[in-house]
């Protein structure tokens, strides 16, 4: 018996559909490519030498790796201690913001306090005030209190900065949250700040995630208020501001700068790569809240 051969697949005829999808995948590569040019531009200088560094444009691939860029910049440009001090900086300000705000925020959801419309109408409006306006009287404040030229100072107004918007989403995520559980605690005898500790709190991780991530962010990048509060003090500064350390009067180490950058922006890429699945999931039960 003779077999017939196998029918030939046919091909899916061209479509519209389908060019419309091969170019928009075309234009998204070369957004991306747009957009992630200057950090391997940034990466490659970093292993420069001084002159090639001048002479060799928008290359990014360096003639010879100079790695010893990165451990210069790191001994020789202080970026160790910077380094020490942003860690410190910022992980205090994330932690004592949290801390404030919930409680700031659970407190405007579950208690009527007198003059609690009065509150929140202040923290309304000192909301829309420009950062620029507070900045002598905090520095005033700051001097009269000892603090200058402290990591203290900077955590503190860090933190003093972002606690009203902070407060109101903590606020709003809490009022969406049931009070069965925090009225079978008050039953059983436990105190309002208990009641926030043991029940409330446990129950804004996503709102936790949200704040903190987005705001240690925020600190590990911050420049204006580093530089004012530690200026005095060059051993206190962070990365934001050793980076313009480098800028001298008279001679300027470029490749060290750009050594620099990448120490600064790494640690946050890792971060962001390796918890981008809370970054979604903080995000999506803030909104859902």
């Not at 306006?133 to 905090?138: A, G, R």
């Not at 972002?162 to 109101?168: K, R």
């Not at 001298?248 to 981008?276: D, R, S």
């Amino acid at each position: 018996m003779t077999t017939l051969p196998a029918p030939r697949a046919r091909r899916a005829p061209f479509s519209f559909a389908r060019f419309r999808g091969i170019l928009t995948h075309l234009v998204l590569l070369a957004v991306g490519a747009f957009y992630i040019f200057p950090f391997l531009w940034m990466v490659g200088s970093s292993l420069k030498t001084s002159g090639e560094f001048f002479t060799g444009g928008l290359s990014i691939l360096p003639a010879a790796p100079q790695w010893h860029n990165y451990a210069d910049a790191w001994s020789k440009g202080n970026f160790g201690t910077y380094f020490f001090n942003t860690v410190l900086f910022a992980l205090g300000s994330t932690a004592l913001l949290i801390l404030l705000s919930s409680a700031a925020g659970y407190v405007l959801a579950r208690t009527n306090f007198p003059g609690r419309p009065a509150v929140i109408g202040v923290m309304l409006a000192l909301f829309f005030i420009p950062g620029g306006y507070t900045i002598l009287p905090l520095f005033d404040l700051v001097s009269r209190l000892g603090l200058l030229n402290t990591l203290w100072s900077v955590i503190i107004v860090v933190t003093a900065g972002s606690i009203i918007y902070n407060t109101i989403l903590f606020s709003g995520y809490f009022t969406t949250l049931p009070k069965e559980l925090e009225e079978a605690a008050t039953m059983d005898g436990a105190s309002l700040p208990r009641t926030f500790w043991s029940v409330a709190l446990p129950q804004a991780t996503p709102m936790i995630a949200t704040v903190g991530l987005f705001h240690f962010m925020y600190s590990w990048n911050s420049f204006f208020i580093p530089l004012v509060f530690t200026i005095g003090n060059p051993k206190l500064r962070t990365l934001a501001v050793g980076l313009q350390a480098f800028i001298g009067e008279n001679q300027t180490q470029w490749t060290w700068i750009a050594a620099g950058a990448v120490i600064t922006i790494l640690p946050i890429m890792l971060l962001f790569f390796f918890l981008q699945r809370y970054f979604v999931d903080a995000i999506a039960g803030a909104v859902k809240g």
